[in-house]
Antibody, heavy 118, light 108 residues
Framework: EVQLVESGGGLAQPGGSLRLSCAASGFTFSSYEMTWIRQAPGKGLEWVSYISASGTTIFHADSVKGRFTISRDNARNSLFLQMNSLRAEDTATYYC???????????WGRGTLVAVSS | DIQLTQSPSSLSASVGDRVTITCRASQRISRHLNWYQHKLGRAPKLLIYEASNLQSGVASRFSGSGSGTDFTLTITNLQPEDFATYYCQQNYNTPPWTFGQGTKVEIK
């Protein structure tokens, strides 16, 4: 069974940093593209970041470009999101999701909550 | 960027009803459109991919149709566990991957 478990969320001050992690199991992690998707309180889903299976291709949404960095460790079956220069508008539940070009985001974790407030 | 507009934004329905949600793309996206179900506090779930393909393990009362700019998600014989928010998402021109704003299905 595919499992994705996010961790690392919490309260951060504006301008601060957090590092999210996603532990993957139940599939060959190194063969899959991965993404981060977020949902702000009362809002819809917003794609944040993408990383290819090998880690060589990376994309970030304009709203986080230059502040967030996605990475992965295929040896440890783990996905990461380094979040710097946090803003109040980054407050959201962050989901780790497996991606396939045909099926889209076909497996998701339950999310980790990030709150940015002074 | 491709914009997706869902309608309605919310609806009330009863168990056993047939429910239809539409998603309109700002440009033609062939059939590269997926549908998700999201319940509060739970992981979102892929229901339909490539406009009309039922994801493995998803109940057959869910179906999708459409191509180009107009797409539909239909739930026949609505069940209590189907009350949730539904999102469409395009895979045609990425990045960015974009979602509709969501349709909340509530109990009448």
């Amino acid at each position: 069974e595919v499992q994705l478990v996010e961790s690392g969320g919490g309260l951060a001050q504006p301008g601060g940093s957090l590092r999210l992690s996603c532990a993957a199991s139940g599939f060959t992690f190194s063969s899959y593209e991965m993404t981060w998707i977020r949902q702000a309180p009362g809002k819809g889903l917003e794609w944040v970041s993408y990383i290819s299976a090998s880690g060589t291709t990376i994309f970030h949404a304009d709203s986080v470009k230059g502040r967030f960095t996605i990475s992965r460790d295929n040896a440890r079956n783990s996905l990461f999101l380094q979040m710097n220069s946090l803003r109040a508008e980054d407050t959201a539940t962050y989901y780790c999701a497996r991606y396939h070009v045909l099926t889209g985001f076909d497996s998701w974790g339950r999310g980790t909550l990030v709150a940015v407030s002074s | 960027d491709i914009q997706l507009t869902q309608s309605p934004s919310s609806l009330s329905a009863s168990v056993g009803d047939r429910v239809t949600i539409t998603c309109r793309a700002s440009q033609r996206i062939s059939r590269h459109l997926n549908w998700y179900q999201h319940k509060l506090g739970r992981a979102p779930k892929l229901l339909i991919y490539e406009a009309s393909n039922l994801q493995s393990g998803v109940a057959s009362r869910f179906s999708g149709s459409g191509s180009g700019t107009d797409f539909t998600l239909t739930i026949t014989n609505l069940q209590p566990e189907d009350f949730a928010t539904y999102y469409c998402q395009q895979n045609y021109n990425t990045p960015p991957w974009t979602f509709g704003q969501g349709t909340k299905v509530e109990i009448k």
